[in-house]
DNA sequence: TCCGATTTGTTGTCCTAGACAATCATGAAC
DNA sequence: GTTCATGATTGTCTAGGACAACAAATCGGA
C-alpha cells in the first residue's frame, strides 16, 4: 500500500474531471503538477488526486473553478463547512439525522429497517414525499459538504432504491392511460428520481414503463415508438451540468413524435428554462399535478 | 424530425467511442467522414452514427476495426449475421425463446410474470443458475448480433434486476461470515452479474453488501475497510474492455489490506488471467465452491 | 442611486498533428 | 506442428491553439 499514483485516465475515473480539463488545468493554474513517467505521460501523486475530488465537490457545490485550482489546500478545507448551518437548518435536518447517523456507521441492516418501517407508518405516497425525497436532499448536502464518503453515498442510494423498488412491485401494474416511460440519458446514472415517480404513477394506476438509465436519445426515441409511449419521463440529478441540458432536451424533441410528450423533473430542472415542447416538472407534486391535467385534457397537452 | 445531426460528444454518448478514436478513424481510414460547422467542429449525420453503431458492435464480437471501418455498408450487414447458427444452438435457445419473444414484442408484463413464474417453480438458487445465467447469455448474444435493440436489452436488465431483487429481499439477510462487499469499478454499468452472486451468497447465510456499480477503487478500499469486509467481489461483463481488467486488479489489490480477498467473475473474466492475490471465478458455481472454502479454511484463503 | 447595456475575464471543449506502447498477425526457423 | 521474430494495427497519450458560452465588472443614462 505504498505510493498510489494515478495515469490521467485514472483520474478521470476516479474524479470524473475530463482529461482535456485536467491538462487545461495544469496549463493554466499550474495545479494539478503531475510526474512524468519514462514516457513522459502523466502521473498524479494520490495527494493531488484527493485534492481533486474536493475541488471537483466545491465546484458542484457552486465554486468558480479558477479560486478552487489555485488555492492553498487549507483555504479549501475553510471552504468545505456547509453553507447553512442555521437554526433552521437543523430543524429540518433533526427527522433524518437517524438516518444518517445510520449511514456513517454503516449499519445497512439498521437503516434499511428504519426505511422500511416509515414506508409501513406512511404509507407509499407519503413515504415518497415525505421521507425518500426529503431524505435524497439531505444526503446530497452531507456529500457536497463532504460529511458522507462516497461509498456511504451509494449504500444509500443501493438500499432506498431496494425498498422502493419493492414497493412498487408489491401494489398492482397500472393499466390505465397515460404509458410512461421512465429513463434518463447519457451521463445520468442517478435512478432514485426516477423510482419516486414511478412509485407515484404507478399508484395512481399510470403504465410505466422503467428502461433503466443512460439510454442513448435515438433509443429512447426508438422506445418511444415501440412502447407507444404517451409521455417520455426523463430525471435530471443536480450533479448533471445545468447548462447542457436544454441541448439535450432539444435533441430529444425533435426525434420524438409530436404527440409524445416529454416531462423533465429532478433536482437538475430547477433553475432551467425548457425548451417549447417539454414540461419542467420542479417537484414531486407538479408531477402529480401534471399527470391529472393529461387525463383530463381530451386534446392531450 | 428532420436531417438529425450529432457532435463528437453526442457520438461518444451513442455509440461509446471516444472523441479520440472518433478522430483518429477519421484520419487513419477516412471514416467516419463528419461534416464541419461554422465553427470548424464536426457534425455527424445520422447515418454515420448508426453504421458506426454497427461496426462498435461487431468490434466487440472480436472482429477487427481496420477491416470494419474501411468496409463497405453492404459488407458490415453481411457479417452481422450470428456466428454459430447450428442445431446446438437452436437447441440451447429452445427455452428461452419465449423470454425473447416476450421482449421483442415489447411485453413487460408478460416477461416478467414469466420471469416470477419461473422464479416460483424453480426456487431462487436453480432459478439464478439455470433461467437468469443463461437469460443473460442469451440475450447477450442476440444483442450482439443485432436481433434485439438497446432499449430492448435495457428494459430486459431493468425487469429481471428487479424480480431478483425482490427474490433476494425474500430471504432474511445473513449474518455469518463472510461479509461480501459487492461492487463493480467505473466503466462497468453492468450489474446483474453482482445480483446473482448476491442471490447465491445470501442463501447461504452470508453478508452481503450492495454498493451498487461503478465505484471509484479508492472508495472501495474505503468502504471494504469501514465495512470490515472479507471479501471485495467485483463483477466484469463482456462488454468490459478485457485488457484493462489486470490493471485494474492490480491497482485495487495494492489499496486494499492483505486480509481482505478479491473475488472477480462476470462473462468479462472467462479468458484472463488474474494478477497475484486475486482469486478469478469463471462461473456461478465456482463462486459457491470458493465461498465453501472459505468458510472451510480456518487460516483465511 | 439604481438599472440596463457593454466590455472584460473565465472556463470548458473542440481542433490539429505527432509519437509510441501494446496487441495481433504473418511468416521463418526449428 | 510449434516457437519466435518481425512488421502492421490500433488506441491513447502528448502539445498547444482557438473560440463560444457564461459570469463579472464597469460604464452611461435616467
Known amino acids: 500500500m505504498n505510493k498510489l499514483s494515478f495515469t490521467i485516465a485514472n483520474v478521470e475515473r476516479e474524479t470524473g474531471l475530463s482529461k482535456d480539463l485536467l491538462r487545461m488545468w495544469e496549463r ?4 494539478p503538477a503531475p510526474e512524468r513517467d519514462a514516457n513522459g505521460d502523466r502521473v498524479y501523486p494520490a495527494e493531488q488526486v484527493e485534492r481533486l475530488r474536493q475541488i471537483k465537490r466545491l465546484i458542484d457545490q457552486g465554486h468558480r473553478p479558477g479560486n478552487l485550482v489555485t488555492a492553498p489546500p487549507e483555504q479549501l478545507a475553510a471552504l468545505a463547512v456547509p453553507p447553512e448551518s442555521g437554526r433552521e437548518a437543523e430543524r429540518t435536518m433533526a427527522p433524518f439525522s437517524a438516518f444518517l447517523d445510520e449511514l456513517r456507521s454503516h449499519d445497512a441492516l439498521a437503516f434499511q429497517q428504519r426505511l422500511q418501517h416509515a414506508l409501513a407508518r406512511q404509507g407509499l405516497a407519503a413515504f415518497v414525499r415525505d421521507t425518500v425525497a426529503p431524505l435524497v436532499a439531505n444526503v446530497g448536502q452531507a456529500w457536497e459538504s463532504g460529511r458522507i464518503a462516497v461509498f456511504e453515498e451509494h449504500l444509500f442510494t443501493e438500499l432506498t432504491k431496494r425498498v422502493l423498488r419493492q414497493a412498487v412491485g ?4 397500472g393499466n390505465a392511460p397515460p404509458r410512461v416511460l421512465l429513463t434518463t440519458v447519457p451521463g445520468e446514472p442517478h435512478e432514485l428520481g426516477l423510482l419516486m415517480v414511478e412509485a407515484l404513477f404507478t399508484l395512481e394506476g399510470a403504465q410505466c414503463i422503467p428502461l433503466g438509465v443512460q439510454m442513448p436519445p435515438t433509443e429512447i426515441a426508438n422506445a418511444a415508438t415501440a412502447h407507444r409511449a404517451d409521455i417520455v419521463a426523463l430525471s ?13 432536451l432539444v435533441q430529444l424533441r425533435a426525434m420524438l413524435p409530436e404527440a409524445t410528450a416529454i416531462w423533465v423533473g429532478g433536482s437538475g430542472v430547477a433553475n432551467i428554462d425548457g425548451p417549447a415542447g417539454v414540461t419542467l416538472l420542479r417537484s414531486l407534486d407538479e408531477g402529480l399535478v401534471a399527470l391529472a391535467t393529461w387525463r383530463d385534457s381530451p386534446e392531450r397537452i
Chains 1, 2 share one sequence.
Open 28 to 31: 493554466r493554474y499550474g495545479f
Open 170 to 173: 408489491g401494489i398492482a401494474a
Open 236 to 248: 435530471f440529478s443536480s450533479a448533471f451540468p445545468a447548462r447542457r441540458i436544454p441541448a439535450q
